[in-house]
């Protein structure tokens, strides 16, 4: 039993190590992620900014040329586009870091089952050294009794040889002393 209890105990560690490496390359994963999205999200901000100041110079210079009119139109399509783009962003690092978070307390969780494994796996170490020592000292007491019990078979031997001797030797006396006492 403690044998088995060990074997799960080993597997479920190995489990939980395999959920711990598999969480932290999940972290990795988010972190570069992450380092793009904020990289993107900066651009995206710089270019918005820019193009904002383009269309403050071409309200300002009170659209006198179609050429300039066109660029303001194309500037206002691309920051709605870059303001999505940033609502869509942001949005990915919410869920992004809602992700990181929900990862992080696997890893904990992760964390703290391989150390209560290794509690129980030293546990079941040290039930197990219990368990072989009693079984190493009732071995070494079978060898003993049987050691004994050989001894003692011994003796049982010599003493029924002893016990046939006497009894031929008394037989022997009372068929002389019978014989004796008939004949006279």
Not at 50 to 79: H, P, W, Y
Not at 83 to 105: H, I, P, Y
Not at 143 to 162: F, G, P, R, S, Y
Request: charged share 35%.
């Amino acid at each position: 039993s403690s044998f088995k209890d060990l074997e799960r105990a080993h597997r479920s560690l190995h489990d939980v190590v395999s959920t711990k490496n598999a969480a932290e390359m999940q972290s990795e994963v988010f972190k570069a992620d992450l380092m793009k999205s904020e990289a993107l999200y900066k651009e995206a901000k710089l270019k918005i900014s820019s193009l904002q100041s383009n269309i403050l110079e071409l309200q300002e210079k009170g659209r006198l040329f179609d050429d300039l009119v066109r660029k303001q139109q194309t500037g206002e399509a691309e920051i709605l586009n870059l303001r999505k783009l940033v609502e869509n962003t942001e949005e990915s690092m919410r869920k992004l870091v809602l992700k990181d978070a929900k990862n992080q307390e696997k890893l904990l969780n992760a964390e703290k089952k391989i150390e209560l494994l290794g509690m129980d796996k030293s546990l079941l170490q040290k039930e197990l050294t219990i368990v072989t020592d009693r079984a190493l000292r009732v071995e070494e007491n079978v060898k003993k009794l049987e050691n004994d019990l050989h001894e003692v078979t011994i003796k049982k031997d010599a003493l029924l040889l002893q016990l046939n001797q006497g009894r031929e030797e008394l037989e022997a006396d009372y068929t002389l002393k019978l014989e004796t006492e008939t004949a006279n």
